[in-house]
């Protein structure tokens, strides 16, 4: 890829970070640092969306060096505000948090509750950059197909209260099937989800797509890969996935 068509895109990273556990042992949250500045951070991201990056049970206290991720990468954490957080603990919401680059302005910040068995959340930021508009969904779905299917109408249908914009949806979205099964269908989401597979979970031999970036609008998501080091093995059950979206198709306002 040229300088060109990094410059006509953004950067997108997602990562279930399984809150720090690694694929065995104990928790140690030096390694998902060290992941990112080493391996995440290379790929020059725009975007960054960690899921089970909180503690699993209330207050869901935050447990990551957030000044050395943002150093080493250059992005942004928006979750700075207490009302932008599950709690004042909370380095996200529900475990799923967000950085973003800083030439981002973000013009709406909202935090969903998904109905589940387990607490589930979406982060749903809406941003400006060089007169663009997107719409960036950080999420982590349920096991159960069904549930899935709940979560992404109540996505739908929080986002079809605001202004229309180019989406990204991007997280561990639990889904299997290559197609994306039921819940990833434009019936329950309102508009067609597009972008890629690649295999992503087992971290050690993957062979499931759980973990997505996905877009509704403009070009497929391109460089679309798994990314894989002795490090990543370590750290996390699943890999991180990258891939660029097409900012010069990005709608404006």
């Keep these: 890829m040229t300088r060109a068509d990094t410059a006509r895109s953004y950067g997108c990273v997602s990562w279930n970070i399984h809150r720090g556990r690694g694929a065995r042992g104990p928790v140690d949250p030096r390694r998902i640092a060290d992941v990112i500045a080493q391996d995440i951070a290379a790929t020059e991201p725009d975007i960054l969306a960690l899921q089970e990056a909180d503690d699993e049970d209330p207050p869901y206290g935050g447990f990551l060096d957030l000044e050395r991720i943002e150093a080493t990468t ?33 013009t709406r ?16 930021a809406e941003t400006r950059r060089d007169g663009r508009d997107l719409r960036i969904i950080a999420t982590h ?28 949806l991007l997280g561990d979205l639990n889904e299997w099937r290559p197609w994306g099964g039921l819940a990833l269908s434009p019936r329950f989401f309102g508009s067609k989800l597009r972008g ?35 490090t990543i093995r370590a750290a996390s059950d699943h890999r991180p996935v990258s891939a660029r979206i097409s900012a010069t198709t990005c709608g404006s306002t």
């Design 74 to 106: 250059g992005l942004r954490w928006i979750h700075g505000p207490q009302d932008a957080r599950w709690g004042p603990r909370s380095h996200g919401f529900l475990g799923s948090l967000l950085f973003v680059h800083p030439s981002f302005e973000i």
């Design 109 to 124: 910040l909202s935090l969903v509750d998904l109905p589940g068995h387990y607490p589930r959340g979406a982060v749903v």
């Design 141 to 168: 779905l349920s096991l159960a197909q069904w549930l899935r299917v709940v979560q992404m109408r109540t996505l739908g249908q929080h986002i079809a209260r605001h202004a229309r914009m180019r989406t990204v």
């Design 196 to 230: 890629g597979v690649v295999a992503s979970f087992p971290v050690g031999r993957p062979m499931l797509p759980l973990d997505r970036i996905l877009v509704d609008e403009g070009p497929d998501p391109t460089d679309l890969r798994a990314l894989d080091s002795a």
